[in-house]
């Protein structure tokens, strides 16, 4: 049972464009969601997070949006850039992943490949 | 800057061997992780560990074993490794959530096994 869905394997934009990567979860307990950045032949890489409490969250050129009612995160990109092209992961944790302890058991999505084209 | 090192990036074997990838952490994170990845699919989490002496199953069963004997140490072992288990195995560190606000995750670069 995959609890965070990125239903999207791929996504293309043009630079300068909006780059925007959706993310469903299905566990009512997560209360904290991280994006990561990946590169081939890389480990990920943190980009932004958000907690339950807020709804939105930026960063630079980067905007995380959380929808609880719909258990739905986004993150927008805006310009996109060519060095943005990488693999991103949707990411989320809570009490349910906590064991009684703290966040870092991490739950990651399947990954959306994203593409700038200059 | 994250400081997590990764050993070995990539290693071809073949089945029955013995190999040990090896993670180490200079942020004397308590909290280490192994996760493993194959293309196109999610991150799933195999070990992890709280500190010395404590290791953990993670949510993916695998018959990998790990080791927490240092702080700065998180070796990953294959008693026999077997084409089942290429992939991608990504070790990772975190300091607890308390201090950063976020506890969120310091990635190694990766060892990517091929078993043969």
């Known amino acids: 049972d995959q609890q965070v869905k990125q239903n999207s394997p791929s996504l293309s934009v043009q630079e300068g464009r909006i780059s925007i990567l959706n993310c469903d979860y299905t566990?009512?307990?997560?209360?904290?969601f991280l994006w990561y950045k990946k590169y081939p032949a890389e480990g990920p890489t943190f980009l932004i997070s958000i907690s339950s409490i807020k709804d939105k969250n930026e960063d630079g050129r980067f905007t995380v949006f959380l929808n609880k009612s719909a258990k739905h995160l986004s993150l927008h990109i805006v310009p996109s850039q060519p060095g943005d092209s990488a693999v991103y992961f949707c990411?989320?944790?809570?009490?349910?992943?906590?064991?009684?302890?703290?966040?870092?058991?991490?739950?990651f999505g399947q990954g959306t490949i994203l593409t700038v084209h200059p | 800057e994250a400081d997590i090192y990764q050993t070995p990036r990539y290693l071809v074997i073949g089945t029955g061997k013995k190999i040990t990838l090896e993670c180490s952490q200079t942020m004397g994170h308590d909290k280490m992780y192994w996760y493993q990845q194959d293309p196109g699919m999610e991150l799933h989490l195999i070990h992890y560990s709280y500190g010395v002496n404590s290791t953990e199953k993670g949510d993916l069963s695998s018959e990998s074993t790990v080791s927490r004997i240092r702080t700065e140490h998180f070796p990953l072992t294959l008693e026999s490794a077997r084409p089942s288990h290429t992939s991608q195995y990504l070790c990772a560190s975190s300091v607890p959530s308390g201090i950063t606000g976020t506890g969120e995750l310091f990635f190694g670069e990766g060892s990517r096994l091929t078993v043969l």
């Open positions: 566990n009512s307990m997560f209360d904290y």
């Open positions: 990411a989320a944790t809570g009490v349910a992943n906590a064991g009684g302890t703290s966040y870092g058991k991490l739950t």
